[in-house]
């Protein structure tokens, strides 16, 4: 059974690609696929790759992108078009992969369906904690999709993690819950086979069961299924429904339906825009290799709106009121480096009497270092004697307060950090 489940996941890589490069152009684009390490627990030694576009919006959105059986996180982002889509509206994402025998994500164990419970979810919520630790991200837009095992996966963190994850979205997927063995089997025939038939109250106990207690909001769901799949059977499109409607305490009923493509009905739970608590695209015809519509996706989970300005950060800091003489300051720089990246977070307190109005703070990054990006702050140029200047909503540093700044930077073997940091031409102590 993992054989054939290998062999079918090859051909949705085999499919997804073939889809991607018919539909979407991608953009030009100096940002890569980064891997990172030590980025907190991971009881599954799951592996991170990372992709931060060019061009960050000022308050990124995360999407965490979860590969089907036998792939990778390096494979789904060259087979999906997430990467492009991220270079277009300025969010980050999450590529992980599972390194065990199989592949496949762990949906099945006792662990994976509760919260905090260990396995995957674990490692993929540590993921999740280290990008929000070092980008300035908008945690109220972290989302989660994936295909098949993937999409598995994203059932079951919107589960156990409902206060984290905005919205998800699943092609060829099982209820939360559906795959539960009990055991150390990773796969589950009777569901696999779409035999598992419950209520949706029984479906929306499973998760409420994951995480005890929880009453605030829940997360939004879009579910994709083909009609003739014949790995996880078209039965389980319809358990997904049962399950993310009482979720929300919704009617089974569509309060919309529409057809946005030959073959394709689009039921929408709850509203009947384009961001409804629930909605679900059934795909007459269809088998498991289904082709991911990445900006059906991004526009459900609201994130094709505001694209980031194409013009550099300009040379100079804007205009500002003259700061304070004493110029007193103090700067905290902590650096998280890898293969031939790395992170900065910068601390600038003002240590003086009188308000900073306007600042712009002036060092020198060591030779080799690169920036590609950054958050809280215009950074030009992105080598040598660097200035970072303030942005609208932190131009202010009041006496004793502090703003935080940041960025990611490529590397050639050396991540050492500045000698000296000056605001506003006036040197500053370092932290």
């Given at each position: 059974?993992?054989?054939?489940?290998?062999?079918?996941?090859?051909?949705?890589?085999?499919?997804?690609?073939?889809?991607?490069?018919?539909?979407?152009?991608?953009?030009?684009?100096?940002?890569?696929?980064?891997?990172?390490?030590?980025?907190?627990a991971n009881p599954t030694?799951?592996?991170?790759?990372?992709?931060?576009?060019?061009?960050?919006?000022?308050?990124?959105?995360?999407?965490?992108?979860?590969?089907?059986?036998?792939?990778?996180?390096?494979?789904?982002?060259?087979?999906?078009?997430?990467?492009?889509?991220?270079?277009?509206?300025?969010?980050?994402?999450?590529?992980?992969?599972?390194?065990?025998?199989?592949?496949?994500?762990?949906?099945?164990?006792?662990?994976?369906?509760?919260?905090?419970?260990?396995?995957?979810?674990?490692?993929?919520?540590?993921?999740?904690?280290?990008?929000?630790?070092?980008?300035?991200?908008?945690?109220?837009?972290?989302?989660?999709?994936?295909?098949?095992?993937?999409?598995?996966?994203?059932?079951?963190?919107?589960?156990?993690?409902?206060?984290?994850?905005?919205?998800?979205?699943?092609?060829?997927?099982?209820?939360?819950?559906?795959?539960?063995?009990?055991?150390?089997?990773?796969?589950?025939?009777?569901?696999?086979?779409?035999?598992?038939?419950?209520?949706?109250?029984?479906?929306?106990?499973?998760?409420?069961?994951?995480?005890?207690?929880?009453?605030?909001?829940?997360?939004?769901?879009?579910?994709?299924?083909?009609?003739?799949?014949?790995?996880?059977?078209?039965?389980?499109?319809?358990?997904?429904?049962?399950?993310?409607?009482?979720?929300?305490?919704?009617?089974?009923?569509?309060?919309?339906?529409?057809?946005?493509?030959?073959?394709?009905?689009?039921?929408?739970?709850?509203?009947?825009?384009?961001?409804?608590?629930?909605?679900?695209?059934?795909?007459?015809?269809?088998?498991?290799?289904?082709?991911?519509?990445?900006?059906?996706?991004?526009?459900?989970?609201?994130?094709?709106?505001?694209?980031?300005?194409?013009?550099?950060p300009p040379s100079t800091p804007p205009p500002s009121?003259?700061?304070?003489?004493?110029?007193?300051?103090?700067?905290?720089?902590?650096?998280?480096?890898?293969?031939?990246?790395?992170?900065?977070?910068?601390?600038?307190?003002?240590?003086?009497?009188?308000?900073?109005?306007?600042?712009?703070?002036?060092?020198?990054?060591?030779?080799?270092?690169?920036?590609?990006?950054?958050?809280?702050?215009?950074?030009?140029?992105?080598?040598?004697?660097?200035?970072?200047?303030?942005?609208?909503?932190?131009?202010?540093?009041?006496?004793?307060?502090?703003?935080?700044?940041?960025?990611?930077?490529?590397?050639?073997?050396?991540?050492?950090?500045?000698?000296?940091?000056?605001?506003?031409?006036?040197?500053?102590?370092?932290?």
């Open positions: 059974m993992r054989l054939k489940t290998a062999m079918l996941g090859a051909l949705t890589a085999t499919m997804t690609l073939a889809a991607a490069a018919l539909t979407f152009a991608v953009p030009a684009s100096a940002a890569t696929l980064t891997e990172v390490t030590g980025f907190g030694n799951l592996r991170m790759h990372l992709y931060v576009p060019d061009r960050l919006a000022t308050r990124p959105a995360v999407l965490l992108a979860l590969h089907y059986c036998t792939g990778s996180g390096p494979a789904y982002h060259s087979g999906t078009q997430y990467a492009a889509l991220a270079d277009r509206y300025g969010f980050i994402v999450i590529y992980p992969s599972v390194t065990r025998s199989s592949l496949c994500w762990d949906v099945s164990s006792p662990q994976a369906l509760r919260r905090g419970g260990g396995s995957d979810p674990v490692g993929l919520l540590a993921m999740v904690d280290h990008v929000r630790q070092r980008y300035a991200v908008d945690p109220e837009r972290i989302f989660v999709t994936g295909t098949s095992s993937g999409a598995m996966m994203t059932n079951v963190l919107l589960g156990d993690y409902p206060d984290v994850f905005a919205a998800g979205a699943s092609f060829a997927g099982v209820p939360f819950g559906c795959f539960a063995t009990g055991g150390t089997s990773e796969w589950n025939s009777q569901c696999a086979n779409g035999q598992v038939i419950r209520t949706p109250q029984q479906w929306g106990d499973l998760v409420r069961e994951a995480y005890p207690g929880y009453t605030a909001r829940r997360p939004r769901m879009q579910i994709w299924h083909g009609t003739n799949d014949e790995t996880l059977r078209y039965p389980n499109f319809g358990e997904q429904v049962k399950q993310w409607t009482n979720v929300h305490g919704l009617s089974q009923t569509p309060t919309y339906t529409d057809s946005p493509q030959s073959g394709y009905t689009r039921t929408r739970y709850g509203g009947s825009g384009g961001t409804a608590p629930v909605e679900a695209i059934s795909m007459q015809g269809v088998s498991h290799n289904l082709p991911v519509d990445a900006a059906q996706v991004i526009r459900f989970f609201a994130l094709d709106g505001v694209t980031p300005p194409t013009s550099p009121t003259p700061p304070p003489t004493t110029g007193a300051c103090r700067v905290g720089y902590a650096v998280n480096a890898w293969n031939t990246g790395l992170t900065a977070s910068i601390t600038i307190t003002n240590t003086g009497a009188a308000p900073v109005t306007g600042w712009a703070l002036t060092f020198a990054l060591p030779a080799g270092q690169r920036i590609t990006t950054g958050w809280n702050a215009q950074y030009a140029p992105a080598s040598g004697a660097v200035t970072a200047s303030n942005v609208s909503y932190n131009a202010t540093i009041a006496p004793n307060a502090s703003v935080s700044i940041g960025f990611q930077a490529t590397h050639e073997g050396g991540a050492g950090r500045p000698s000296s940091f000056a605001l506003n031409g006036v040197a500053c102590s370092i932290a």
